[in-house]
């Protein structure tokens, strides 16, 4: 079965060929949020997410107008290993500048997308077979795993919310809940070799 993903970035590159605006302004409804929550999480801003995504937008482009471009992953894994590199080194830059060494070269970038790709479609594979995992859990474990890492809500309140005895019965049912995910998880997701 063709993954929807796969069916997209096919979309996307061959829009991109086409010249049809329309696939770049797809490629930023896509992808720019988890680019910008990233550079957020990480000490920037809207503006400097903005930056970041369009260079790694650019470099994208530019590799598949000149047939260049080598995807082993999702367009979405590839924008955000680039993104994510040119932030930590624009961090790094800005960190050296003010203690007054001398920046790296450009250079250094190619080398380490590869290497961040393969890892973030590792990653990828990895959270896929959680949510696989986590729907094929079944109540109430699913919401209870939920309520605790998602919302994170106390055990206090898991205790109320299900009707457990005391918070003891809740931890041990939450114990019990992680070990049938974990469970899940490993038939689901084969390690790759």
């Avoid at 409804?29 to 790694?56: C, R």
């Avoid at 790296?104 to 190619?110: F, G, K, M, V």
């Avoid at 898991?158 to 809940?177: H, L, P, R």
Wanted: glycine share 4%.
């Amino acid at each position: 079965m063709i993954s929807k993903a796969l069916v997209t970035d096919a979309a996307i590159i061959e829009g991109i060929l086409q010249d049809d605006d329309a696939a770049l302004s797809r490629l930023y409804k896509l992808y720019f949020s988890m680019v910008l929550f990233f550079v957020q999480s990480n000490s920037g801003t809207e503006d400097d997410a903005k930056d970041i995504f369009q260079e790694a937008v650019i470099v994208f482009y530019e590799k598949i107008k000149a047939g260049q471009l080598e995807l082993n992953c999702q367009i979405k894994t590839y924008l955000y290993s680039i993104c994510r590199r040119l932030w930590l080194k624009r961090l790094s830059r800005s960190s050296r500048f003010s203690h007054g060494m001398i920046e790296d070269t450009e250079s250094e970038l190619a080398p380490h997308v590869d290497a961040y790709a393969e890892q973030a479609e590792q990653n990828e594979l990895k959270f896929e077979a959680m949510g696989n995992a986590l729907g094929q859990l079944g109540e109430p474990c699913k919401t209870l795993l939920e309520d605790f890492y998602i919302r994170s809500m106390g055990m206090a309140e898991i205790t109320e919310k299900f009707g457990y005895t005391n918070v003891d019965s809740a931890k041990n049912q939450k114990y019990k809940c992680l070990m049938r995910l974990k469970k899940l998880f490993f038939l689901d997701y084969q390690v790759p070799s």
